[in-house]
């Protein structure tokens, strides 16, 4: 006797999937009109994502408490393309989680969204192994990728008075965090063979990211 046929849910198969923290910095004014569809404010993206994963997996492989940083140069906005990448990972990961990894932010692995950024990436710098020091803190929060990245937030302050300004921006559609919680840039450098990014007091915010993979 035949079985039932399965549902197209039953079938679904997770690639990869994780929930985590995380932080974002730019080159571009506060609030970045990267966000909005507008051009970069200079014409230019130099920036990057950092994320502290909770809960995660690629295949059976766990991604549970590691961190990454995707840090990358575009001469013009991201979509337009032609930028150079580069993957900082937490040297706590064995072997098979960097492997699993860079599939996911190479793009490899399908999902949402890695492999959108990777399409606008020409050269791959070589991935680096790094000890993150991380402190995730609010418009105070803080990281380092081993010596080469160094993150460091701050809030959004009035111009005229100090006051400091409690800015949150909605965006359902965005691809990396749909709740982006705005701040400053106290610090953020990338100083590293290939890639070199010094852009204290500009765009950066931190947030929850879900993202992932189903396989059909």
Known sequence: M???????????????HYKADIVTTCNCDWGCPCNFDA???????????ALAIHQGHYRDVKLDGLHFAYMAMWPKAIHEGRGTGKLFIDEAASKAQRDALEQILMGKAGGIPWPLFAKTID???????VKFDWKFDGSRTRYKAGD?????????????????MDAKIS?????TCHELNMTSTRSFSVFTSGMKIASPGKNGWYGSAEHGAVLV
């Open 2 to 16: 035949a079985g039932k046929p399965q549902s197209q849910k039953a079938m679904q198969q997770v690639q990869w």
């Open 39 to 49: 051009p970069p404010t200079f014409g230019y993206c130099n920036g990057g994502w």
């Open 123 to 129: 050269k791959w710098l070589e991935s680096s192994f």
């Open 148 to 164: 080469a990245v160094l993150v460091a937030l701050e809030p959004i302050r009035n111009p005229v008075t100090g006051a400091e």
């Open 171 to 175: 965006l359902p559609q965005a691809l």
